[in-house]
């Protein structure tokens, strides 16, 4: 099957084994889907324009015909007022059909592909956070053995970076933005208790990691990804030493189009160490596509 998540940023696209629980094909293509939704309130027609050429561009890598295809779409939608507009202009041109899932939905299938891949790679904590930073919105899922608390958020790394014209700028805001995400996790901490470990999965987690290990944008391995532990500390290193490349050279490690996005991410994520009191994060690359993938398999028994 073909799970597909058109984010804020960009469109991620998986064809999925069910009998092997193993990805046969990848598709990421940068999008900018809410490229001026902060200013105009609406998903631009040359956003639009890069989703369907993107979508083209993956029908022509992985064969969609023949096999089941869900797709999702998340924050840069929920919030356009023009979204049935674009998610019919998107169906009559590629033939791919989006569903708008809310904040708790994402998150849950997030957690989901999260877990699975946490027990491939053995981890044996039963209590831990989980946040899933995305272009949009950010989600906060706190773990207690079988009990799940969890809360999506209107900051994204796209939306912030729209919203304040400058790094400075973003880091004087974060607190003040990032209130609501403070107050409930100081709610869950306060009724359920610490956790032990905190796990963060999206581009701009993945991306430090992938700039830890020695790789960019074009050499990602996301095999290696998994499990990479990331310090505080590491975070305003890597920060600054995006920041001390030469544009090229920066579009080059991240990723065209999202320098300036993950310098914004990597704000957020250091932020989120200290409202969630910790002082290290595993790192894992699965997220709301696989998460899709699982699910469909699971609910309709494909074999492949």
């Given at each position: 099957m073909v799970a597909i998540d058109l984010g804020s940023n960009t469109l991620r696209v998986l064809e999925y084994d069910c009998k092997s629980k193993r990805a046969t094909a990848e598709f990421e293509?940068?999008?900018k889907t809410a490229d001026k939704l902060a200013s105009t309130g609406v998903?631009?027609?040359t956003a639009v324009d890069r989703v369907i050429y993107a979508i083209?561009?993956?029908?022509?890598?992985?064969?969609?015909?023949?096999?089941?295809?869900?797709?999702?779409?998340?924050?840069?939608?929920?919030?356009?007022?023009?979204?049935?507009?674009?998610?019919?202009?998107?169906?009559k041109e590629t033939g791919v059909v989006f569903e708008i899932i809310d904040g708790e939905r994402e998150a849950a299938l997030t957690l989901n592909?999260?877990?699975?891949?946490?027990?491939?790679?053995?981890f044996a904590s039963e209590?831990?956070?989980?946040?899933?930073?995305?272009?949009?919105?950010?989600?906060?899922?706190?773990?207690?053995?079988?009990r799940v608390f969890m809360k999506s958020f209107p900051v994204g790394i796209v939306t912030i970076a729209q919203e304040y014209k400058s790094l400075e700028a973003i880091e004087t805001a974060l607190p003040q933005v990032m209130l609501p995400m403070q107050m409930f996790a100081a709610e869950v901490y306060a009724t359920q208790g610490n956790v032990e470990t905190f796990v963060a999965t999206a581009g701009t987690p993945t991306t430090l990691a992938a700039m830890k290990l020695g790789q960019c944008y074009a050499t990602y391995d996301a095999g290696k990804i998994n499990g990479t532990t990331l310090k505080k500390d590491e975070l305003a290193f890597y920060l600054e030493k995006l920041l001390a490349m030469p544009f090229e050279k920066r579009e080059e490690m991240v990723g065209v189009g999202r320098s300036?996005?993950?310098?914004?991410?990597?704000?957020?994520?250091?932020?989120?160490?200290?409202l969630l009191e910790k002082e290290e994060c595993i790192v894992v690359d699965d997220g709301l596509r696989e998460g899709v993938a699982l699910e469909s398999c699971q609910n309709n028994s494909y074999t492949g």
């Open positions: 293509k940068i999008v998903i631009d027609h083209k561009e993956a029908q022509a890598c992985i064969d969609f015909q023949g096999q089941p295809v869900k797709a999702v779409t998340t924050e840069a939608v929920r919030r356009a007022m023009n979204a049935k507009e674009v998610l019919d202009r998107i169906a592909a999260v877990k699975y891949r946490l027990q491939k790679l053995c209590k831990f956070v989980l946040a899933d930073i995305g272009g949009g919105s950010t989600e906060i899922i706190f773990i207690y053995n079988n300036d996005l993950i310098a914004a991410g990597i704000l957020i994520f250091r932020y989120l160490y200290v």
